[in-house]
């Protein structure tokens, strides 16, 4: 029965609108000829009926045809569209079977599932080059600290210690943002509202003013990268505003984590620009002033993978707000 059916999408299409149309047909003038009467004349004539039931029976064809045609279309689209929405979530998600379906949907299968391998083994590539990029970077460093150690001068030996330390954190961030460390990393239901006040317990030790106002409910999220996430707005705030006022806000669907600070802000037309990675404000080469520029970008980053957002915006009384916002997923 299976080799009886055409193998391509336009075939089954086309037959079936063939079939459905003759059968509708042959059933209207079947039904036509047997409401037909006969005058006294031995005349034959036609109900008045019988037009709108030709009618009807011709719309019902077209409409189940349309129907089993938007089936045999949706279907192998759906099934696409779900595995495209996977595969952006997880790039090690299961391929498509390219056995079912017509020979346009196989194909297209086929495809998709080369598509993946080739990004898939890309990624491995580029995590290849990092791992090197690393290793041939740390070596020199390490050198370099080792043998700083001989220089007399204290203040010259402080100094080289501060450049090397700069540019080890440079190249952390770097390669950690060009790795994406937290794509890997398995979602569980966090208690966001302690992971916040834990963080700014953590702040007040370090004698920073960060204070935490409001509540909202656990989330499938992933620890380690939304700490990160958190960990970045917070640094910026004290950073540029010398303070971190953090609330919690439940939204319906989704929760916003809005940090403000009350430094002087961001011009308005720079408030996406600042997103970009390694793009700072701050003329300033120094790290301890304009850090590295990757702070916002992986920020950013995290909460996009965690099917959210980051906004910026200048307050009215004075101060940047940042807004995080993450779906409710339990």
Request: glycine share 6%; charged share 20%; net charge neutral.
């Given at each position: 029965?299976?080799?009886?059916?055409?193998?391509?999408?336009?075939?089954?299409l086309?037959?079936?609108?063939f079939?459905?149309?003759t059968?509708?047909?042959?059933?209207?003038?079947?039904?036509?000829?047997?409401?037909?009467?006969?005058d006294p004349?031995?005349?034959?004539?036609?109900?008045?009926?019988?037009?709108?039931?030709?009618?009807?029976v011709?719309l019902?064809?077209?409409?189940?045809?349309?129907?089993i045609?938007a089936?045999?279309?949706?279907?192998?689209?759906?099934?696409?569209?779900?595995?495209?929405?996977?595969?952006?979530?997880n790039l090690?998600?299961?391929?498509?079977?390219?056995?079912?379906?017509?020979?346009?949907?196989?194909?297209?299968s086929?495809?998709?599932?080369?598509?993946?391998?080739?990004?898939?083994?890309?990624?491995?590539?580029?995590?290849?080059?990092?791992?090197?990029v690393?290793?041939?970077?740390?070596?020199?460093?390490?050198?370099?600290?080792?043998?700083a150690e001989k220089?007399?001068?204290?203040?010259?030996?402080?100094?080289i210690?501060?450049?090397?330390?700069?540019?080890?954190?440079?190249?952390?961030?770097?390669?950690?943002?060009?790795?994406?460390?937290?794509?890997?990393?398995?979602?569980?239901?966090?208690d966001?509202?302690?992971?916040?006040?834990?963080?700014?317990?953590?702040?007040?030790?370090?004698?920073?003013?960060?204070?935490?106002?409001g509540?909202?409910q656990?989330?499938?999220?992933q620890?380690?990268?939304l700490?990160r996430?958190?960990?970045?707005?917070?640094?910026?705030?004290i950073?540029?505003?010398?303070?971190?006022?953090?609330?919690?806000?439940?939204a319906?669907?989704?929760?916003?984590?809005?940090?403000?600070?009350?430094?002087?802000?961001?011009?308005?037309?720079?408030?996406?620009a600042?997103?970009?990675?390694?793009?700072?404000?701050e003329?300033?080469?120094?790290?301890?002033?304009?850090?590295?520029?990757?702070?916002?970008?992986?920020?950013?980053?995290?909460?996009?993978?965690h099917?959210?957002?980051?906004?910026?915006?200048?307050?009215?009384?004075?101060?940047l707000?940042?807004?995080?916002?993450?779906?409710?997923?339990?």
């Amino acid at each position: 029965m299976k080799n009886l059916i055409p193998d391509t999408l336009f075939l089954r299409l086309f037959l079936l609108m063939f079939i459905m149309l003759t059968a509708s047909h042959y059933i209207g003038v079947a039904v036509l000829d047997h409401s037909r009467t006969i005058d006294p004349n031995n005349h034959l004539q036609p109900r008045q009926s019988s037009g709108y039931f030709w009618f009807a029976v011709r719309l019902m064809a077209t409409a189940l045809t349309a129907w089993i045609a938007a089936r045999w279309l949706s279907l192998p689209i759906k099934r696409m569209a779900q595995a495209a929405s996977e595969l952006g979530e997880n790039l090690d998600s299961p391929p498509l079977d390219a056995t079912r379906g017509p020979s346009e949907v196989r194909q297209a299968s086929i495809v998709f599932n080369q598509m993946q391998a080739r990004l898939q083994q890309q990624i491995a590539e580029r995590n290849r080059f990092l791992a090197a990029v690393s290793h041939d970077l740390r070596t020199p460093l390490t050198r370099l600290k080792l043998r700083a150690e001989k220089v007399g001068i204290q203040d010259l030996k402080s100094d080289i210690h501060g450049d090397i330390d700069e540019m080890t954190a440079m190249i952390d961030a770097t390669l950690g943002y060009l790795r994406g460390d937290g794509q890997l990393e398995v979602a569980c239901l966090l208690d966001i509202s302690a992971l916040v006040h834990s963080m700014a317990e953590d702040a007040e030790d370090r004698k920073d003013t960060v204070t935490v106002t409001g509540i909202v409910q656990p989330i499938l999220a992933q620890p380690l990268a939304l700490r990160r996430c958190l960990n970045n707005l917070i640094e910026n705030a004290i950073r540029y505003g010398n303070c971190a006022y953090i609330t919690l806000n439940d939204a319906g669907d989704k929760l916003i984590i809005s940090i403000h600070d009350t430094g002087q802000g961001i011009p308005d037309d720079q408030l996406e620009a600042v997103f970009a990675p390694f793009y700072r404000i701050e003329a300033s080469r120094s790290r301890h002033t304009g850090g590295v520029g990757l702070g916002l970008s992986i920020a950013r980053d995290i909460a996009q993978k965690h099917g959210g957002g980051l906004t910026l915006r200048n307050a009215p009384e004075g101060g940047l707000v940042a807004a995080l916002e993450l779906p409710k997923r339990h």
